[in-house]
């Protein structure tokens, strides 16, 4: 703070308060009235005071009444008070630059305001509160507008026409704008080639043409409003949507297809269709709709090979236009390897000239016939052409075709493998033929009903949330029929579901017998279970679908009377499936869920007090012995394991600090060498701080 200078003070005896003079009022007047910008320092405001005191100093040596120390003291009192309000209250309305940079001229236009307002205090603080109230006010109603704004804008980019590029519409659209794509790719050569074919049907060219130039315009605006994503979401702003697709290279493509090319008929005549060749520009929306049908179908082998076959159809009919066309500049007839001549009315006809042309280029690009050699320079070229090309043909179809045939067999294959390894197992093992007959009947159910796919090696590659939602569409409605389940919390529901192993079992086939030691529970997904006597033939209870058994064997409920044994014997009647949950899997799952543990095992023990099958006296003793040693040795091989981890990382540490230890030796031997002075200490390193 700056000092009070009190050397010149004289000392008269200090006047009382009451009686301070007009003249000091004015001048605490002034002081009061005194305003300062946003921007000024506190320090500037203590000097002002300390100038006003040194003023009041001065004027009170003139006066009559100088050296009264009270009256000066309060002043100086007031004045510091004064500034403070001011200052504090100029912070709280400090205008944010960050802020300015968004809001533009109007959070200029309210700090103008508030600096206007501010500037005009002069005594009169009341007033320049309500003021600054109201404006405050008015600076929330602007802020509440732009929020309105805002939010009418985003409602305005959310209700504007976005096309997901995943979903159905855009796909059939795909479809439609493919339609007019191979109409153009496969007629416009055609119409150009074949004069009779464009003159007879004129006026259906004519609204063909234009029909597909209009959906050709459409396409335009269905791209410019194809959203894309961008960190995981689907971009629906209209402005940036139209400058993603301005800078493709299928905009471009686009554009130049719908170059009206066709106005040069006024010049040339309407029996131009080749002036419409920049519409086969637009093959990019052929090829992605063959792609996202790929991907839709539920037989994409088929598919593709219909695809290949397309394909190779259209390039034959492009080579055998171009034959014809190359014929017509020969000359109809002029030798053996052109199109006959025309005046020939078998020859002549429209249908004649296509098939002879189609049937030459199949010949040529198949290399499978003999065709009549070429005699001018101009038709050798083409032949050499047709002949690479064809061979490129040949060679796609053998590649292709054989990639699907043996991707479409690769099952079956795998399959069959199995079989001839056990097959050759069993034969060298010498199994009895009734039971290799029963091995080989299950392999012909499992590939008769489908059941040869393995579930964790198809879902392996794809995430863990997708995995679980596959199970909880397939397994948990039937996992939910499980008494001791019904009740469980989702989580552990999920991690069950995931653990769930399918089983098929064949007709006679023991499930369990009495008396083993039960490390499953199984759930009946289809097929009907006989519990039987322990002749085999006796059947007490059939279970049939979605029934359940073994849930308690895998709990280890203290004071079972069976303890985890089996109590019955089950037995499959005809092919059976089923569906597996270990116990160590169980186990494992509970270790996340000590509560649901809990409940699990208290829903089963009020199971077996309802059937008796529980001795209390046991129930109600202490831990198993068994089940500490268990946990004792847990322990250990926890603690096994983190010694082991501890000493790699020791070693590691070890070996990091011998590194950096012969790094410093190596740099000190080099500052050695190199003659520098020593290193500073890390005093003479910190730099020198100014004393107070």
Not at 157 to 183: G, Q
Not at 649 to 674: I, T
């Amino acid at each position: 703070m700056a000092k009070i200078n009190t050397q010149y003070c004289h000392p008269h005896p200090p006047r009382p308060w009451g009686r301070t003079t007009d003249r000091d009022l004015d001048r605490l007047e002034n002081g009061l009235s005194r305003t300062h910008s946003p921007c000024e320092e506190t320090a500037s405001g203590l000097q002002q005071g300390a100038a006003m005191e040194t003023r009041g100093q001065t004027e009170s040596r003139r006066g009559s009444f100088t050296g009264r120390e009270p009256a000066r003291w309060w002043r100086l009192v007031v004045t510091l008070h004064a500034w403070a309000s001011r200052h504090l209250h100029h912070q709280d309305q400090r205008p944010d630059s960050f802020l300015e940079r968004f809001h533009g001229a109007e959070l200029k236009e309210v700090s103008s305001q508030e600096s206007t307002a501010q500037s005009n205090v002069g005594g009169q603080e009341p007033a320049d509160r309500e003021r600054s109230d109201k404006e405050r006010k008015e600076e929330s109603e602007r802020e509440e507008e732009r929020k309105e704004n805002c939010l009418k804008q985003e409602e305005q980019k959310k209700d504007a026409l976005v096309v997901d590029p995943s979903s159905n519409v855009y796909y059939r659209w795909l479809t439609v704008i493919a339609l007019p794509v191979f109409y153009n790719w496969c007629l416009l050569v055609c119409r150009a080639c074949f004069d009779e074919l464009q003159s007879e049907h004129l006026v259906l060219w004519l609204v063909l043409d234009y029909s597909a130039d209009l959906l050709y315009g459409v396409d335009v605006l269905v791209r410019a409003r194809t959203g894309f994503l961008e960190q995981g979401l689907l971009v629906r702003d209209t402005e940036r949507l139209w400058r993603h697709y301005t800078k493709t290279l299928h905009f471009k493509l686009d554009v130049l297809s719908l170059v009206p090319t066709d106005l040069a008929y006024f010049k040339l005549g309407i029996n131009c269709p080749e002036l419409r060749f920049n519409r086969l520009l637009k093959f990019a929306r052929l090829f992605e709709f063959f792609d996202r049908t790929e991907t839709r179908t539920s037989y994409p082998n088929v598919f593709r090979i219909g695809n290949l076959v397309l394909y190779i159809l259209v390039i034959i009919h492009w080579n055998a236009c171009i034959y014809f066309a190359i014929s017509k500049f020969i000359g109809f007839g002029t030798d053996s390897w052109v199109y006959p001549n025309i005046s020939n009315p078998e020859y002549g006809r429209l249908s004649r000239k296509y098939i002879y042309s189609l049937y030459w280029s199949t010949l040529t690009l198949t290399t499978i016939g003999e065709t009549p050699p070429p005699v001018k320079d101009e038709e050798y070229l083409f032949v050499v052409i047709d002949f690479l090309v064809g061979v490129l043909i040949f060679a796609t179809i053998v590649g292709n075709v054989g990639s699907m045939i043996s991707n479409m067999n690769a099952s079956r294959a795998e399959f069959q493998a199995k079989i001839d390894a056990i097959k050759q197992y069993m034969q060298f093992r010498k199994v009895t033929k009734d039971l290799e007959t029963r091995v080989i009947r299950w392999f012909d159910y499992l590939w008769t009903n489908r059941k040869t796919v393995d579930e964790k090696e198809v879902l392996k590659s794809l995430p863990d949330k997708l995995k679980a939602e596959i199970a909880i569409n397939v397994h948990l409605d039937t996992l939910k029929k499980v008494r001791i389940f019904q009740d469980c919390e989702a989580g552990l529901l999920v991690e069950l579901v995931l653990k769930l192993r399918p089983a098929v079992f064949s007709p006679g086939d023991y499930i369990c017998k009495k008396g083993d030691i039960g490390r499953e529970m199984y759930i009946i997904k289809e097929g009907r279970l006989a519990v039987v006597a322990d002749d085999g033939v006796t059947q007490f209870v059939v279970l049939t679908d979605g029934s359940y058994f073994g849930e308690i064997s895998i709990l280890n409920i203290k004071g079972s009377k069976s303890g985890n044994r089996r109590t019955a014997n089950i037995r499959s009647i005809g092919y059976s499936d089923l569906f597996c949950l270990s116990k160590d899997d169980l186990m494992e799952a509970l270790t996340e869920y000590p509560d649901a543990k809990k409940a699990l095992e208290e829903k089963g023990r009020q199971i077996l007090m309802k059937d008796n099958l529980i001795d209390e006296d046991l129930a109600k003793a202490g831990a198993d012995p068994k089940d500490m040693e268990e946990k004792v040795e847990h322990l250990e091989s926890s603690l096994d394991t983190l010694q082991t981890r501890f000493a790699r990382l020791l070693a590691e540490y070890s070996a990091a600090q011998m590194k950096v230890k012969q790094r410093l030796s190596h740099l000190e031997s080099q500052v050695r060498l190199c003659g520098s002075s020593p290193l500073p200490d890390r005093g003479a390193l910190e730099p020198e701080t100014e004393q107070p």
